[in-house]
């Protein structure tokens, strides 16, 4: 049987049968878990299921009891659907791995340049932050709070980021936001 056919058979069949008072959403996660990881034995290739689950627990309930009422045993659109979550995990861990990967290389050209402290906090907070980014973008009144300066040197400290080309500058004037100057983040 093909390995993400079974990994989902194997997780439907366990919850269906319901060993166990308590315990058998973790332990079902576990053997769909162990059924992908036995399938995907690639190198390079991580995929975790129980954030996916957890995001669409209602619609993943509704999927599974209509799997299990089946009259006729037909599995496919409980197979297609647990199919589709894998692909979406899929995609969440590539994305999360080429944030992480992105964050290190900027992180190693930040190492690179000279900055002050105020610009450091700052930095730590939108790397922090991650892709979906510091909400709004970085304002001098931001730098001005998480450095507790000024608002002359919270520009000025601002303005030498982007020139140092770690920071992106979107708008003019009161409009003015900045974000990590690295591909894919927030903006």
């Known amino acids: 049987m093909e390995g993400l056919v079974r990994a989902s058979l194997s997780h439907l069949w366990f919850e269906t049968l319901h060993p166990f008072d308590d315990g058998n959403g973790r332990i079902g996660r576990a053997i769909l878990q162990l059924a992908l990881g036995q399938d995907m034995g690639q190198a390079g290739r991580i995929v975790t299921l129980s954030r996916q689950i957890e995001s669409c627990k209602d619609q993943y309930y509704s999927e599974l009891e209509r799997a299990q009422r089946s009259k006729s045993m037909d599995v496919t659109a409980w197979v297609e659907w647990m199919l589709l979550q894998i692909s979406q995990a899929s995609e969440f861990a590539s994305r999360t791995i080429d944030s992480a990967v992105q964050r290190i290389k900027f992180q190693a050209i930040m190492a690179t340049v ?49 020139q140092l080309g770690l920071l992106k500058r979107q708008g003019e004037g009161r409009s003015t936001r900045y974000y990590p100057a690295i591909e894919g983040w927030a903006e």
Do not use: C, F, V, W
Not at 132 to 156: F, L, N, V, W
């Open 114 to 162: 000279a900055l002050n402290e105020r610009q450091q906090k700052t930095m730590k907070k939108l790397l922090d932050a991650g892709p979906k980014g510091y909400i709004g973008g970085m304002t001098t009144r931001k730098h001005e709070q998480i450095a507790q300066t000024s608002t002359p040197t919270a520009a000025r400290d601002l303005i030498q980021l982007e």
